[in-house]
């Protein structure tokens, strides 16, 4: 089993301008802090003995088979597939609820794709992390719009 902590964060200035039609046109800038409240993933690997191959547990419950695509959550469907992998019990719990404006897509995102590597034994550098912070806001904006 994997557990992620990832902390969530707060935007003084500059929300919004990681939205590429903003960013293509103006560059972008932001300035943040984490706090400390946190989101968690609890993951491990799953046989498929209970009639599904893969679960993941956040605001609803789905159970899917090896067809990735079907998995509603994207942020989940897309690292899934990015990572080649199935056969996971994906579980998210958070400190605070989606969608307060405090970077809860993109602490999720940083702490799956944390959880997805650990599985396979790589364990990312703090810079590495902050980067994938970075990239995942772009990537967190975009499923919302």
């Known amino acids: ?54 679960e993941f547990i956040y605001s609803k419950v789905e159970r899917t088979d090896d067809d990735l695509s079907a998995i509603q959550h994207p942020i989940i469907r897309e690292a899934l597939k990015n990572e080649e992998l199935s056969g996971l019990r994906i579980d998210y719990d958070a400190d605070i609820p989606a969608r307060t404006g405090l970077g809860t897509s993109s602490s999720f995102s940083v702490g799956l794709i944390n959880s997805l590597y650990a599985l396979r034994g790589i364990f990312l550098s703090r810079s590495a992390n902050e980067q994938l912070q970075q990239a995942n806001a772009t990537v967190s904006s975009l499923t919302t719009q």
């Open 1 to 54: 089993m994997v557990v992620s902590r990832t902390p969530f964060r707060v935007s003084f200035l500059g929300g919004g301008t990681d939205f590429p039609s903003f960013y293509s046109k103006h560059g972008g800038c932001c300035i943040a802090t984490s706090i400390d409240k946190y989101s968690y993933i609890y993951l491990r690997k799953i046989d498929g003995s209970f009639g599904f191959k893969n």
